[in-house]
């Protein structure tokens, strides 16, 4: 089955400290893979996004992701987090359907 | 700039009483897809329209209709709004080629009283 795992619900971090969002999905080949942010009561922002290529990506905000195929995975880091990140973050990929299937979310938190 | 845009931003209707949401589009996407997102959830699809084809998902409610009268608009109608349907509704574009990243809207909140 196609599916998208965010096993953090929660995660809390300081301001300043370095931030991994884990993402796993479940597809039967190479998809096409997202994240988004999603601050309260506002629409989805793109952060980032791997087609192919170098597996380490670039997005805005200073977000990268790393796209691991043998682990299935697309981890989301950041090295400094700053106070504004905290919102909503969801990993996606687009299905053959042009459908996006979203994972559940990750929340994050950012103590000052 | 280019973007999604959706009106009203926040819906207040009586259970029952038909309720119409907009979203706009200045991209020239071919692709229009309406979600519900309910709190601390990911976004449901309920349709997209691709050009003026339109899919309905499987498990999308009677309830729920919407029509597309050209490239730029979409309407979300709930003929009758239930408590279960109070949510965020949002709107989203894209090129329609399996690559391509989804665009969204601001999102709608209904509220249902």
């Known amino acids: 089955a196609q599916s998208v795992t965010q096993p953090d619900i929660h995660i809390t971090v300081s301001e300043g400290a370095s931030l991994e969002l884990r993402c796993n999905y479940s597809?039967?080949?190479?998809?096409?893979l997202f994240w988004y942010v999603q601050s309260p009561g506002q629409g989805l922002q793109l952060l980032l996004k791997?087609?192919?290529?170098?597996?380490l990506v670039q997005g805005i905000k200073g977000f990268e992701a790393e796209f691991k195929r043998s682990q299935s995975s697309f981890n989301l880091r950041k090295p400094s987090v700053h106070w504004s990140d905290a919102a909503e973050y969801f990993c996606?990929?687009?299905?053959?359907?042009?459908?996006?299937?979203f994972g559940s979310g990750t929340r994050l938190l950012v103590r000052p | 700039d280019a973007m999604v845009i959706q009106n009203p931003r926040y819906q207040v209707t009586q259970f029952g009483k038909p309720v119409t949401l907009s979203c706009s589009q200045t991209?020239?996407?071919?692709?229009m897809y309406w979600y519900q997102q309910k709190s601390s959830q990911a976004p449901k699809l309920l349709f997209h329209?691709?050009?003026?084809?339109?899919?309905n998902e499987a498990d999308t409610p009677d309830n729920f209709q919407s029509r597309r009268p050209n490239t730029s608009f979409c309407f979300l109608d709930i003929r009758s709004p239930g408590l279960g349907d109070a949510a965020m509704y949002l709107c989203?574009?894209?090129?329609?080629?399996?690559?391509?990243?989804?665009?969204f809207g601001p999102g709608t909140r209904l509220t249902v009283l």
């Open positions: 989203a574009t894209s090129r329609g080629q399996q690559g391509n990243e989804q665009f």
């Open positions: 597809y039967g080949a190479t998809p096409y």
């Open positions: 791997y087609f192919s290529g170098d597996t």
């Open positions: 996606a990929f687009v299905d053959s359907s042009y459908k996006l299937i």
């Open positions: 991209l020239n996407h071919n692709v």
């Open positions: 329209y691709y050009d003026k084809d339109f899919n």
